[in-house]
């Protein structure tokens, strides 16, 4: 499953009110970004906000809120808060805790990793140890 959620962020400017919102796709920004990126410049560039401009300014200091959240972005989402850092830390755990399942699957048969904590554990450090040397 996807792991989106919608960000808006609504504000005033010279007497108009401005409401500013965009599905994100936080696997492909967090593929892209490696961490969660600021809010108001990518929804500056997807309703062609210029980042020079006072409009962006004001926007920029307007609160975000978040909604609408799928996948495990569900479980960051509180009240239109959104925690980018757990769900970053949680994202990070998935994307070497998948290859480390195949290979628990493909080697010896074990579907749930989970359920062998000390193989898990083993298989983290040597995957860590691999990327220090990359």
């Known amino acids: 499953m996807p792991n989106t959620l919608t960000a808006c962020i609504e504000f005033s400017f010279k ?3 401005f409401r500013y919102a965009a599905p994100l796709d936080l696997d ?11 809010i108001a410049p990518l929804l500056a560039k997807i309703h062609h906000v ?16 978040f ?6 972005a569900a479980e960051f989402v509180h009240h239109g808060e959104f925690d980018a850092q757990g769900l970053a830390a949680q994202w ?10 195949k ?4 080697t010896m048969g074990i579907a749930d990793l989970k359920a062998h904590p000390d193989l ?6 040597a995957y860590k140890q691999g990327q220090k040397h990359e």
């Open 28 to 38: 492909a920004l967090l593929l892209q970004y490696e961490q969660f990126p600021a």
């Open 15 to 17: 007497g108009e009110d």
């Open 50 to 65: 210029d980042t020079y401009s006072y409009l962006y300014e004001v926007m920029e200091e307007s609160d975000v809120t």
């Open 103 to 106: 290979i628990a699957q493909q």
């Open 67 to 72: 909604s609408d959240a799928e996948g495990i």
């Open 92 to 101: 990070a755990e998935l994307k070497v805790l998948i290859p480390l399942q």
């Open 120 to 125: 898990l554990t083993a298989l983290k450090l």
